[in-house]
C-alpha cells in the first residue's frame, strides 16, 4: 500500500541518523521505526486486529510472528543460490508453513489455554505477507547476518506494535493490563474496544499519531 | 461430523460472522483492491472462486491425511494446493481478460496469501463439516468476502470527493470506515439463535 513505495527510500536526518556509517546496525534498525511493519509499511494486518484483543495474546502472536520470521529469513538466505527462481516463492512458502507448524505444536505443549485463545491464527502466520515480503525482497538478495539482523529488527518491530494494539484494547476494553485490574470496580469497560470494530479504531488512532509525528518532520 | 443446516452456515460465514469485518481475514485485498467498484467485484469473483476449488481440495486432503495419519502435513499441503489454484485462476484470467489481469496487477498472485482462503480451509477442517456443507460455507464465505469489498468500494469512491484532513488521509480514513461498517455487521448476530 502506500508505505511500499516508501522501502526503498532513505531518509537522512532521523532519530537514528548516528548509527548510519555502519550498514548491518542500520538492518537492525529500520524495522523498528523507520520501516516499521505495521505503522509505516501497513502489511501483515490480519493477525494485527484479530487476535489484539489483550495484551497477552498481542505478544504470544507477535513473538510467534516474529520467531518464524527469523528462522524462515535464516533459511532462506541460506539457500538463495541453490532455489531456481522460477518456483522460489512456492518454496518460500513451504520453508514459512514448516516453520509454522513447529511454532503451532511449540504453542500447544506450552499452553493449551494460550493455543486455544489464539486459534487458527497460529496456522494463519504462513499467509501473513509481513514473512513472504522479508523472504523476496531482503532475504533472497542478501547475506546471512544481514537477513537475520534484518528480519530481528521487523519482528520486534512487529511485537512493539502489537503490543500497542493489545495495551489500549485491554485497558479500555476490559479494564485490565496483561490480566492485572488497573482502574477501580466502577470503571465502566467500552466494550466496543475489544469486539472486531474496536480493532479497526484502534489502529486507525495508532496510524493517526504515527501520521501527525512524520508531517511534524516533515515540516521542520 | 457437523449436523449444521446448509442455509444456516451459508447466513452464518456471509453475514454473522463475516470473513473480513468479523474474523479480520483477507483484510489486505481489502483495503488494497476495495478502490473502484469494478475491480471489488471481480477481484470478489476471483476469490470466491479459489475459496471453492480449494475448501473442495481441502476436503479430500484432510480425509488422506486421517487416512495415513499424518496430520502435521496439514498446513503445508493446504498452502500447496491453494498456491497452485491461484496460478490457475492467473493463467486463466490473464487469457480471458488482460485487462483485468493488469487491473488486479499485484493482488492476483497475493490471492495465496490471503488468509480467507486458508482460514476458510482449517475452519472447515477444526468444524467438521461434510462435502457438501464445505462447499456451502466456500460459497458463504466467498459471497460475504465479495459483499465487504463491493461496500467498502462504494464508501471509498464518495470518499475521493470529500475533504479529509491531511492527517487521516489514505490508510486511517478508510480503516474508520472498516470500523464503522464492522458495526453495522453486527446488527446481523440477531439472525443467529
Known amino acids: 500500500m502506500n508505505g511500499i513505495d516508501r522501502i526503498d527510500k532513505k531518509d537522512n536526518g532521523g532519530m537514528f541518523g548516528f548509527l548510519k556509517n555502519s550498514p548491518s546496525t542500520d538492518e537492525f534498525i529500520k524495522g523498528l521505526w523507520r520501516e516499521n511493519p505495521i505503522f509505516v509499511q501497513v502489511i501483515g494486518m490480519c493477525p494485527v486486529l484479530a487476535v489484539t484483543n489483550t495484551a497477552v495474546n498481542a505478544l504470544a502472536m507477535g513473538l510467534a510472528t516474529a520467531l518464524v520470521l527469523v528462522m524462515s529469513n535464516l533459511l532462506v538466505s541460506l539457500l538463495r543460490n541453490f532455489i531456481p527462481k522460477q518456483v522460489r516463492i512456492a518454496s518460500y512458502i513451504l520453508i514459512i508453513a514448516t516453520f509454522v507448524t513447529i511454532i503451532d505444536y511449540a504453542i500447544q505443549s506450552i499452553s493449551v489455554e494460550l493455543y486455544k485463545s489464539l486459534g487458527a491464527f497460529i496456522s494463519l502466520i504462513v499467509v501473513n505477507c509481513l514473512i513472504l515480503s522479508r523472504a523476496e525482497a531482503f532475504a533472497s538478495k542478501n547475506g546471512t547476518l544481514k537477513s537475520v539482523l534484518d528480519a530481528l529488527g521487523m519482528g520486534i518491530g512487529f511485537v512493539f506494535a502489537l503490543l500497542c494494539l493489545g495495551a489500549v484494547r485491554e485497558l479500555l476494553g476490559n479494564g485490565t493490563l496483561f490480566n492485572i485490574p488497573i482502574f477501580a470496580d466502577a470503571y465502566q469497560e467500552w466494550i466496543i474496544m475489544i469486539l472486531p470494530a474496536g480493532g479497526f479504531f484502534t489502529l486507525a488512532i495508532w496510524l493517526t499519531v504515527f501520521n501527525y509525528f512524520k508531517l511534524k518532520v516533515k515540516k521542520s | ?193
Open chain 2, 1 to 193: 461430523m457437523n449436523e449444521e443446516p446448509l442455509w444456516s452456515i451459508f447466513i452464518n460465514a456471509s453475514l454473522i460472522n463475516n470473513f473480513v469485518l468479523a474474523y479480520f481475514l483477507g483484510i489486505c485485498p481489502f483495503l488494497g483492491v476495495s478502490g473502484k467498484i469494478g475491480t471489488a467485484s471481480k477481484m470478489g469473483g476471483a476469490v470466491t472462486f479459489v475459496m471453492i476449488i480449494s475448501s473442495m481440495a481441502a476436503y479430500g486432503l484432510h480425509g488422506l491425511l486421517v487416512a495415513i495419519n499424518a496430520p502435521f502435513l496439514q498446513l503445508i499441503s493446504y498452502i500447496v494446493v491453494i498456491a497452485s489454484t491461484v496460478q490457475l485462476v492467473e493463467m486463466i484470467i490473464k487469457k480471458i481478460s488482460p485487462e483485468l489481469f493488469r487491473a488486479l496487477g499485484i493482488f492476483l498472485p497475493l490471492i495465496t496469501t490471503n488468509c480467507a482462503i486458508l482460514g476458510l480451509a482449517l475452519f472447515q477442517t477444526s468444524k467438521g463439516y461434510g462435502f457438501l456443507q464445505s462447499f456451502v460455507y466456500a460459497l458463504g464465505a466467498g459471497a460475504g468476502f465479495t459483499l465487504a469489498l463491493i461496500l467498502m468500494a462504494g464508501i471509498r469512491e464518495n470518499l475521493e470527493f470529500a475533504q479529509v484532513p491531511k492527517v487521516v488521509k489514505g490508510t486511517v480514513i478508510t480503516l474508520l470506515a472498516a470500523g464503522i461498517l464492522s458495526l453495522s455487521f453486527m446488527g446481523f448476530s440477531g439472525l443467529s439463535g
